[in-house]
């Protein structure tokens, strides 16, 4: 499974973004599919993830601003970040578990700054 990140970008500080992840395959039969970040100096961190029934979890820095979604027709996640913040700052990551193994798409930055 080939994963392709975009959608990141210079934001201003309570702006919005929306990353996609599009899959080289179906994602139908993919489970989990998430987002992750990583920040300079720290540990990549689980941001948000979704099942295949649409089962979500978000990290509590991001409950209530971001919402995952996944579109099985277009082989795609997504990650709608709203009231952006400077601490949001970071490379995301997305990621697709399928048949026991973890792929991992290229990364993209995202920069909240004034």
């Known amino acids: 499974v080939q994963l392709q990140a975009s959608g990141g970008g210079l934001v201003h500080p309570g702006g919005s973004l929306r990353l996609s992840c599009a899959a080289s395959?179906?994602?139908?039969?993919?489970?989990?599919l998430a987002w992750w970040r990583q920040a300079p100096g720290k540990q990549r961190e689980l941001v948000a993830s979704?099942?295949?029934?649409?089962?979500?979890y978000y990290a509590d820095s991001v409950k209530g601003r971001f919402t995952i979604s996944r579109d099985n027709a277009k082989n795609t996640v997504y990650l709608q970040m709203n009231s952006l913040k400077p601490e949001d700052t970071a490379v995301f990551y997305c990621?697709?578990?399928?048949?026991?193994?973890?792929?991992w798409g290229q990364g993209t930055l995202v920069t909240v700054s004034s």
């Open positions: 395959r179906s994602i139908f039969s993919i489970n989990a």
């Open positions: 979704i099942t295949t029934g649409g089962g979500t």
């Open positions: 990621s697709a578990d399928y048949r026991g193994t973890r792929y």
